[in-house]
């Protein structure tokens, strides 16, 4: 644990930010003003009470509110400095390289390794070797290979849940990504399942920037070294975690980690 | 007086119980019927023979191929123009008037009864585009008769696709098409092939359609541009008008027969490969 911490980057360091952003779904304001800073190779955890506007704003790191009808955004967000939202963006190269986990585990209805390869594919990976070496290095990178590696043919969705989601991780691997968005990763999963599933996140953030939205502050204490408390579409403040935790410079923050209400 | 629960629950099931039994023993029965007087007139000479003196003798094979034609032909047809309207109503439009509007008239197309698209069949593609009473008059005509089948239940098939699976087809950078052929329309495939197969069943049994566009002829189509008869309508025209019961009765079997075999396959094929999946 010390020795990944050592390697953290500098507080300076950015990858993600996100300027004044705001976001109505109708004449509903989901977000306000929202400005907050990723750190790369880092966990940060996004927390509040439900409808809070943590799933929403992780929606917006890969731009996939856009899809609903009625969905209203202003102000920027910048991917290493450049802002997603500017006309001309490549949207299937940004979500390539902002991945996302879901609540649910939601393996396609393929086969193991299909699902592995389902983004290569998509993006034009044909040769079979590289197919086949893909599917081996992104199931390591979730700890799945020796378990599955006999039954890569076997539909993903006889699978237990908890390595249901640990594939579903592996087939954001397989595209290469540079942030991971990971929303309630765990609720669908039993306490064992998750704790292994916050060991693997701990293994991924030293490759991957990971954002994690999470009601449960006891796993956002866990694993994240940054964190943002937000409240009705608002971020209430963001700091270190153990900041966040015993020293948060902002009433509701505490009143929300001390338990008070959420 | 207050019946007890468990008295109820009883007597709701056996009420239930005898409806189920009742519905299949009709089925059953028919079948049994039908086959019991026409099998022992089944044989291999009647698969392959032409008829003669009007089907008083000889076999079916000219209303074999025909049906195979008429049907193949329909389903070809109408499969790609179903399933790419309902793909277009699901993934590539908002609901709307002009959605509402389509749905409509799927189903309103569904409810009309067969002989009046015949009557149209006849009028449009036998009279007005000179296509004569032929076998592809009457695959046009058979293939709008199943559209609507096809169009709604792949709808169906497509709408209980999770959401899920688009979230993170589009999470891993697909286009909205390498989605809908990638995930949605694999993953409702399953619901797909059933409308397929129940219009693959529909075509085939279709009498009052083909009759006004596929006509009646007896001989062998040689081309999809002639008449040809069906079996179903072979069957109607052999009974109708007394020519022979046995030969209606063993042509029926053929047309039971079929229509089961081609649904058992069908769903063998899909628990082979897609229950794989």
Redesign the interface.
């Known amino acids: 644990m010390t020795a990944i911490q050592k390697t953290r980057p500098a507080r300076a360091e950015v990858k993600i930010r996100s300027e004044k952003l705001n976001l109505w779904y109708g004449s509903f304001q989901a977000l306000k003003d929202v400005s907050i800073s990723i750190r790369p190779r880092c966990i940060t955890a996004i927390i509040g009470p439900s409808g809070c506007g943590k799933s929403t704003l992780l929606r917006c790191f890969?731009r996939?509110n856009e899809?609903i009808?009625g969905v209203r955004i202003e102000g920027e967000i910048h991917l290493d400095g450049r802002n997603i939202y500017e006309s001309g963006m490549d949207?299937?190269?940004?979500?390539?390289r902002v991945?996302?986990v879901?609540q649910?585990p939601?393996p396609?209805?393929?086969?193991v390794s299909d699902n592995v390869l389902?983004?290569p594919?998509?993006?034009g990976i044909t040769d079979r070797a590289l197919l086949e070496q893909l599917v081996e290095s992104s199931l390591k990178a979730t700890d799945l290979w020796e378990g599955l590696k006999d039954q890569l043919h076997r539909?993903a969705?006889e699978l237990p849940a908890e390595q249901q989601q640990r594939l579903?991780v592996s087939?954001?691997v397989a595209?290469e990504p540079e942030v991971l968005l990971m929303d309630e990763p765990c609720s669908a999963l039993d306490p064992i399942a998750t704790e292994r599933i916050e060991e693997l996140m701990q293994e991924l953030a030293s490759r991957y920037t990971i954002i994690i939205v999470t009601h449960n502050m006891q796993q956002a204490a866990r694993v994240s070294q940054d964190a943002g408390f937000m409240l009705l579409g608002q971020l209430v403040e963001a700091g270190p975690t153990p900041t966040i935790f015993t020293n948060p410079s902002d009433q509701r923050t505490e009143d929300y980690v001390t338990g008070r209400y959420g | 007086m207050r019946i007890a629960p468990s008295i109820t629950q009883r007597i709701a099931v056996s009420i239930m119980w005898t409806l189920a039994a009742v519905a299949m023993g009709v089925l059953a029965f028919i079948i049994t019927y039908i086959l019991w007087h026409g099998l022992p007139h089944l044989s291999w000479a009647f698969l392959t023979e032409s008829p003669k003196s009007m089907g008083r003798e000889g076999g079916v094979f000219p209303m074999i191929v025909g049906t195979l034609w008429v049907t193949m032909l329909a389903v070809v047809i109408a499969a790609p123009v179903g399933v790419a309207t309902a793909i277009y109503l699901t993934e590539y439009t908002h609901e709307g008037k002009m959605t509402a509007a389509i749905r409509f008239g799927a189903d309103c197309l569904a409810g009309i009864p067969s002989i009046i698209f015949g009557l149209f069949g006849f009028v449009f593609f036998v009279i007005t585009l000179g296509m004569g009473l032929s076998v592809i008059s009457g695959a046009l005509t058979v293939a709008l008769m199943v559209l609507p089948t096809i169009i709604r239940t792949s709808e169906e098939a497509i709408r209980a696709v999770p959401r899920a699976y688009r979230d993170v087809a589009y999470g891993l950078g697909s286009t909205r098409w390498q989605m809908v052929t990638r995930v949605v329309v694999r993953s409702a495939l399953p619901g797909i092939a059933t409308g397929v197969v129940l219009s693959v069943g529909r075509s085939i049994s279709e009498t009052a359609a083909v009759m006004l566009t596929a006509g009646s002829a007896l001989g062998l189509p040689q081309s999809i541009f002639q008449s040809s008869r069906t079996l179903s309508l072979h069957f109607y025209i052999l009974s109708r008008e007394g020519i022979s019961m046995t030969n209606a009765y063993a042509t029926a079997s053929v047309l039971i027969i079929a229509i089961m075999a081609i649904n058992l396959s069908a769903y063998w094929l899909m628990r082979r490969f897609v229950g794989k999946a």
């Open positions: 890969n996939l899809r009808g949207l299937m190269q940004l979500r390539k991945g996302m879901f649910r939601n396609f209805p393929l086969s389902y983004g594919r998509v993006h539909s969705l579903c087939r954001l595209v």
